[in-house]
């Protein structure tokens, strides 16, 4: 996190308002002095939290890395191995997760001409189509949002041996060289196993306890 000044303030004979302006310490009502304090007790503590966390995300990114080396010196897991990874201790009472949400991005101009390929190659085979392969392809260029539906327009590739018409291979290559991975962020998630055998997650969003 940037380096934060906040101003919060203390008791003195004037204090200085959004707007750079003092303003006579008498003239404060008391539930403008009990908000400041408030204020900077709840910010020293969330600062201080955010510090803790911090600490412990490369602590638990260290232990991963630790954990993979070592599966593959073991010959446990490969080398090149990437992305999600899930591992145990031994009776399997704890489980550590890293999941990796990659960004997708699509070049607009080749996402237009693989849809008008799509277009056309549901024309071409109206009959011929598989009903679910026509509504995946339709529901993959039109999301809720009035977007693309990234899974969906994915999930097309799976296609690729099974319809072998040259539009609809045409449309996935361009599908594929439209795709760019501009970002990936890493999440986190450590359960233990309760009494009934069930892994409940150690949920570290305060909002959710």
């Not at 003239?27 to 955010?50: D, F, T, V, Y």
């Not at 993979?68 to 031994?90: P, Q, V």
């Not at 539009?167 to 196993?193: C, G, H, M, T």
Request: aromatic residues 8%.
């Amino acid at each position: 996190m940037a380096q934060l000044q906040p101003n919060i303030q203390k008791t003195a004979k004037t204090w200085t308002d959004e707007a750079g302006i003092p303003v006579p310490f008498n003239r404060l009502s008391k539930s403008e002095k009990l908000k400041e304090q408030i204020a900077g007790n709840l910010l020293k503590q969330a600062l201080k939290i955010n510090c803790s966390l911090s600490v412990f995300k490369t602590d638990i990114d260290s232990a991963l890395l630790q954990i993979r080396e070592s599966l593959i010196a073991e010959d446990k897991l490969h080398k090149k191995s990437k992305g999600n990874f899930t591992w145990y201790n031994f009776d399997r009472s704890v489980k550590v997760e890293l999941n990796i949400n990659e960004t997708i991005r699509f070049d607009e101009g080749m996402i237009a001409a693989a849809r008008e390929l799509l277009d056309a190659f549901i024309t071409k085979n109206v009959q011929g189509t598989d009903e679910v392969v026509r509504e995946l392809i339709n529901s993959a260029f039109q999301n809720t949002k009035g977007g693309l539906d990234s899974k969906k327009v994915l999930s097309l590739m799976k296609y690729r041996t099974k319809i072998k018409a040259a539009d609809f291979q045409k449309a996935l290559n361009l599908i594929e060289q439209s795709i760019s991975r501009p970002s990936s962020k890493k999440y986190f998630r450590i359960w233990v196993k309760d009494v009934d055998g069930a892994y409940q997650n150690i949920d570290l969003n305060f909002s959710s306890i």
